[in-house]
């Protein structure tokens, strides 16, 4: 008997420290007094050079980046060890989970690389449980390795023809939505894929709640992030290149088992801790004028994150997974780079502001460090734009939420 009431209690008490590790990384977000602002680096996967690798990784940490977003690749071991090395040096790390050849059905094949867009997999392709070994493995080898993962964001872009093989090119462009999404053939795929997508996020949080309960690796839980769509977009710019995109508040309903023609949907937002968005402003959002900045900031962000509350509780983490003012937006200025940081840094310390302080934010990756001229701090020719490095060693101060 009292070796079953010891086995009781120590159970009780290895159960409330994974409640306590598991709400720490939330806590952590939530309560914090500013924004937690770094760089997305989704190509550190394919650097083949592990010095190069630990270079640009101590690079992000020295400009006062506060965390870094990383790509899982297929092979992950390269980027564990990345993600071993951000822990070493102090940098919290989103790890984006993409679709994989390793988890599609057999024979599955993705859509042909047309001139705008990739060749993808489409979600409807994904096998359950291929992924469910893959996710296996995935956390077998973190243990091993003890890493301390803030969070991890499955997918990216999935109401996006770029990003998701189920959606195909439309001539003219099309954003789709509730009304109109029965002229699209192929929205059978999609629907079917997002379905299946709510299955994904069930298992995955199954494995993260396995990986860490009773006291399992002695680390935070990892927060789970509903993958970031992207908005509807430039309409001219859809027409010109032929794209399909998903209106997000008919993405959302999809996801949260909202929609009569997805009746295999689960809500996502039952499993998820957090809602990642993409938000790249135009050339309407710059706006340095202090009596207007802030109404301008509010409107711009509230088109990304207003559809995530018809769905999900107002409490939920909102990342923003990418962001970024474009260079392009600012090649007329005299000093580009210049008034790209004024804007950017102006832009995010309206945060604090507006309806915006009540947002619950969790982290902002700057699109991206050093491997796009359009969108990088750094240019492709390893350039410092200095006034966008700078940018990161401000404190864009926020609301914490109680």
């Not at 990418?322 to 210049?338: H, I, K, M, V, Y």
């Amino acid at each position: 008997m009292k070796k079953t009431i010891v086995c009781a209690a120590m159970s009780a008490i290895f159960f409330a420290a994974n409640i306590l590790a598991a709400k720490s990384n939330a806590e952590k977000l939530s309560n914090d007094a500013s924004l937690q602002f770094g760089f997305c680096r989704p190509n550190l996967m394919w650097v083949n050079d592990k010095k190069k690798c630990e270079e640009i990784l101590d690079g992000i940490k020295a400009s006062g980046a506060k965390c870094v977003q990383l790509t899982l690749r297929e092979n992950s071991a390269p980027t564990l060890q990345h993600i071993e090395y951000a822990n070493s040096i102090g940098l919290p790390v989103n790890m984006l989970i993409m679709p994989m050849q390793d988890f599609m059905l057999d024979g599955a094949k993705p859509r042909p690389k047309s001139k705008n867009f990739w060749s993808v997999y489409g979600v409807s392709q994904v096998d359950l449980k291929k992924f469910e070994k893959k996710l296996d493995e995935l956390f077998k080898d973190i243990a091993q390795r003890r890493l301390n993962i803030l969070s991890i964001e499955l997918f990216n872009e999935i109401n996006w023809v770029d990003f998701n093989g189920d959606l195909q090119t439309v001539e003219g462009g099309a954003i789709i939505n509730e009304n109109n999404y029965k002229d699209f053939p192929f929205m059978e795929k999609y629907i079917e894929g997002m379905e299946k997508y709510t299955q994904l996020v069930s298992i995955l949080r199954r494995k993260i709640d396995s990986a860490y309960t009773g006291g399992k690796n002695n680390l935070p839980k990892p927060l789970l992030v509903c993958g970031s769509p992207v908005l509807g977009g430039d309409s001219n710019w859809l027409n010109k290149v032929g794209g399909s995109v998903i209106d997000l508040s008919f993405h959302y309903k999809i996801l949260a088992g909202k929609f009569d023609g997805a009746p295999k949907a689960e809500n996502v937002f039952d499993k998820t801790d957090a809602v990642a968005a993409h938000i790249y402003p135009g050339m309407e959002s710059i706006d340095n004028n202090p009596q207007t900045c802030a109404a301008t900031a509010e409107k711009t962000v509230r088109a990304y994150i207003d559809p995530v509350y018809e769905f999900a509780p107002r409490d939920i983490l909102i990342f923003i997974t990418e962001f970024s003012f474009s260079s392009w937006l600012f090649r007329n200025e005299p000093d580009p780079q210049a008034a790209r940081a004024q804007t950017t840094k102006n832009f995010l310390m309206q945060f604090s502001k507006t309806s915006l302080k009540d947002v619950n934010w969790g982290c902002i990756f700057h699109y991206c460090y050093d491997d796009d001229d359009n969108w990088g701090a750094i240019a492709k020719d390893g350039t410092i734009r200095r006034p966008m490095l700078d940018i990161f060693k401000e404190t864009y101060p926020r609301e914490p939420i109680k």
